[in-house]
């Protein structure tokens, strides 16, 4: 549980609805072992390096990092 990802998640509910951590065998040889974290975006947000509105990483600091980059989708007026 990472205090950190809650709080940012509580305090920007515009861009999120939800986390969580997972031992899902993710990541390299030295840290499968260890929690993956799952962050997931309202819909009409998305992360643009994960090209989705789901981010999943193996550590607090590069969600964070992720979680800073969520913008909101621009549409064509379609």
């Known amino acids: 549980?990472?205090?950190?990802?809650?709080?940012?998640?509580k305090a920007n509910p515009d861009k999120f609805y939800?986390?969580?951590?997972?031992?899902?065998?993710?990541?390299?040889?030295?840290?499968?072992?260890?929690?993956?974290?799952?962050?997931?975006?309202?819909?009409?947000?998305?992360?643009p390096e994960k090209e989705c509105g789901t981010i999943?990483?193996?550590?607090?600091k590069e969600a964070m990092r992720l979680m800073r980059t969520v913008v909101e989708v621009q549409h064509d007026g379609v």
């Open 56 to 60: 999943h990483t193996k550590t607090v």
């Open 18 to 47: 939800s986390w969580h951590t997972e031992y899902d065998g993710y990541g390299e040889d030295y840290n499968y072992d260890l929690p993956s974290y799952w962050v997931y975006c309202n819909e009409g947000y998305i992360c």
């Open 1 to 9: 549980m990472s205090k950190v990802i809650d709080r940012y998640v």
